[in-house]
């Protein structure tokens, strides 16, 4: 008798999940003992597993919530059964389709930017290729690149450049990359990843395969770039800058460096006195003697060009984090992923010389820079004109103000008073909303305003506004990654204590991960860094459920889809 086939929600995800991880756990371990036979050996067992080519359409079909747009196919979702059919025909191959451009603002800039889109088969094979790969480049990725990486974010990169200027000022190369993604040489890419045979092919098809901007369906071919909005382009835009910290701290270890004493440096310690931190195609290069910063500008020129990368001149320049007058342009510090780092004299609350005690005589601000503020207060308004209804607006409103605060909170926002601001100017254009809808600011503020007890809050007894100073943290006691750790270095403990108290993760979301200990309560399976990860009720809201932490719990973006299909079987 024929064995009935399992049908998309039956599957063993849990058994399929630890399997795959394990090859990729044993590639990684592979390519950091230098093993590349081995690691060829399990990345071609991944591309052939059938139980990676439903983690590969799982990821791209059910985990990128909100991210729909369809690519040449028209193809926007698939059902569990075209799932299950889009895995099984899975395969590499040396073919690929043209990909769909659109253009997106960048950002604060009247400027677009190219997003590609594949069709949903090439965004399936993407993620499985990702899966065999991802694991041998982390363990070769520079310790200082935090970019479009497992388990590391932005926050890890300002907290190095924190820690490298903390107690020294530097001169620092504030680099930008002209059109990096755009740019890169499809030759010295390929050469760069080191694969043959079919993989390569399948790799250098995705380059090559062109766009097509709609209404006009002419396909246009691609020399050069890797297209923005791919499953694979991030970390192929990592691998092609890969190297780039290593080659800087090599050529500035050959000069010879002395100590304010006068001592001459070791290796070691002229290793240690550079810091390259990348995060994607944005890095600093920082450096306490300018001619070395002169140094390292023109091999960045040489490295950048063997990728077919080059500066921008009008962006990049050598700055200082201390004084003006170092500075190529009189001003100091520089702008990095959004934040002002700078550093100002101080005597009181100097830091101090952690040998002797002596003050400093500075210290070092890292705060949301005056784009980062403008842009955000742009965005408040357009929501407040936008409605008319209270709950709307506070529904349209919080998760604006907590996703911008708790990224720019971890500084010194706080400190400095600018998250306390921030609510000041909210407040300002809340009165003047409700005075339009009153004509009387005594009734507005009757209305619209309530006392919790503690302090007044806009909104009602079922709603209220957040407020930007609750996400205040500090960059200071903010956890940095370790080194050159990663998420494939089976230390599990490591990696969900760090997910548990990241600070980019709501309150609410973070307790939920402490009760259950990192794990899913669905599938029992450990969070991963980078997993979707959403808030199930118990017992749901329509039944009389509460949003207290006794009815929910935290589990997978897809157990979510599972749990909600289960509770509609049995209703």
């Not at 399948?202 to 766009?211: D, F, M, P, V």
């Not at 023109?298 to 200082?320: C, D």
């Not at 780092?341 to 005690?357: C, L």
Request: proline share 5%; aromatic share 8%.
């Amino acid at each position: 008798m024929k064995k009935p086939e399992l049908g998309w929600k039956d599957l063993n995800w849990k058994q399929i999940e630890n399997h795959i991880f394990k090859l990729q756990e044993q590639i990684y371990s592979s390519a950091k003992k230098g093993e590349i036979k081995t690691v060829r050996k399990f990345q071609k067992g991944i591309l052939r597993h059938p139980e990676a080519k439903l983690l590969a359409v799982r990821k791209v079909t059910q985990d990128n919530r909100g991210k729909s747009t369809p690519g040449l196919d028209g193809i926007k979702s698939l059902s569990p059964q075209e799932r299950l059919e889009l895995a099984k025909n899975l395969r590499i191959t040396s073919n690929a389709s043209p990909v769909k451009r659109i253009y997106i603002p960048k950002p604060g800039k009247n400027e677009v930017r190219p997003l590609g889109i594949p069709t949903i088969e090439d965004r399936a094979r993407q993620a499985l290729v990702k899966l065999a790969l991802e694991p041998e480049w982390e363990a070769y990725f520079e310790p200082n690149s935090y970019g479009f990486r497992p388990g590391r974010n932005c926050h890890d990169a300002i907290k190095q450049i924190q820690i490298s200027i903390a107690y020294m000022p530097k001169y620092v190369l504030d680099a930008d990359i002209s059109k990096c993604f755009d740019s890169i040489n499809h030759h010295a890419l390929l050469k760069k990843i080191n694969q043959r045979g079919l993989l390569q092919k399948q790799i250098k098809a995705w380059l090559k395969a062109g766009y097509v901007v709609f209404p006009n369906k002419k396909v246009t071919t691609t020399e050069v770039g890797t297209p923005q909005g791919g499953v694979l382009s991030p970390l192929l835009a990592n691998i092609a800058l890969h190297g780039l910290e290593t080659n800087l701290k090599e050529i500035s270890a050959k000069v010879p460096q002395n100590f304010s004493s006068g001592n001459p440096k070791s290796r070691e310690q002229k290793l240690r006195s550079l810091t390259v931190v990348r995060y994607a195609d944005d890095f600093v290069v920082m450096h306490e003697n300018y001619e070395i910063l002169l140094l390292c500008k023109l091999e960045t020129e040489k490295f950048l060009q063997s990728v077919g990368l080059k500066l921008s001149e009008s962006k990049t320049r050598i700055t200082h984090s201390l004084n003006d007058s170092m500075s190529q342009d009189g001003k100091a510090g520089f702008n990095f992923l959004g934040f002002t780092i700078k550093q100002e004299s101080e005597r009181i609350r100097s830091v101090r010389n952690r040998s002797t005690g002596e003050s400093l005589g500075f210290r070092t601000l890292i705060i949301p820079s005056k784009k980062s503020l403008k842009s955000h207060q742009k965005v408040i308004s357009e929501k407040i004109r936008l409605y008319t209804d209270q709950n709307a607006l506070i529904a349209n409103l919080n998760p604006v103000i907590s996703g911008w605060s708790r990224y720019f909170g971890v500084s010194h926002a706080s400190l400095r008073g600018i998250l306390q601001n921030q609510d000041e100017l909210l407040y300002r254009k809340l009165k003047q909303w409700g005075y339009r809808r009153t004509l009387s600011r005594k009734l507005a503020f009757k209305r619209y305003w309530i006392h919790d007890g503690k302090k007044w809050a806009y909104g009602n007894k079922q709603y209220h506004l957040y407020f930007h100073r609750d996400y205040a943290s500090s960059i200071v006691k903010y956890p940095k990654v370790k080194g050159n750790m990663s998420p494939f270095d089976r230390n599990t403990s490591y990696w969900t204590q760090r997910l548990i108290n990241s600070p980019n993760l709501p309150i609410t979301k973070q307790k939920l991960l402490n009760k259950q200990n990192g794990i899913c309560s669905f599938c029992e399976l450990r969070f991963q860094p980078n997993d979707l990860m959403e808030i199930h009720h118990k017992k749901p809201r329509k039944e009389g459920g509460t949003d207290r932490i006794s009815n929910l719990e935290i589990v997978h973006g897809h157990c979510h889809d599972q749990l909600h299909n289960k509770l509609k079987r049995i209703l």
